[in-house]
């Protein structure tokens, strides 16, 4: 599995903040209020599309050229950098065995 990824982003300046898309991965989007939240959050929706892909075996996109996103005039290109091994931590399951004891009616 790849460790290091880097991913274009549109941020889409609106009226109470921002809205986010992934030229890479069309299907998503999120949004933010400001700046800072905004990358935050677009390396949220990265690593669990990354992460689904790799669970599915499938291939993860070519990150597109800088040439082939259009942007409007009130949006943004930002290159957002995902470090896999930290969101593959942060989102991994850890099950924990219970014994549990319950009266007999």
């Known amino acids: 599995m790849k460790e290091n990824y ?10 109470d903040g921002y809205l986010i898309t992934f ?5 998503q989007m999120t949004e933010a ?4 939240e905004a990358v935050k959050a677009a390396q949220e929706v990265l ?15 070519k990150a597109k050229s800088q040439e082939e996103i259009t942007l409007d005039k009130n949006s943004k290109l930002v ?3 995902l470090w896999m091994p930290y969101f593959r ?3 991994k399951v850890v099950y924990v065995k219970k ?3 319950i009266p007999k009616w």
Request: glycine residues 2%.
């Open 6 to 15: 880097i991913y274009p982003v549109v941020l889409h300046k609106e009226e």
């Open 89 to 91: 931590k942060i989102e």
């Open 47 to 61: 690593a669990l599309c990354i992460s689904q892909n790799e669970d599915m075996g499938k291939e993860n996109p």
């Open 79 to 81: 290159y957002v950098h």
């Open 99 to 101: 014994t549990l004891t």
């Open 33 to 36: 209020e400001t700046e800072e």
């Open 23 to 27: 030229p890479d991965f069309p299907d």
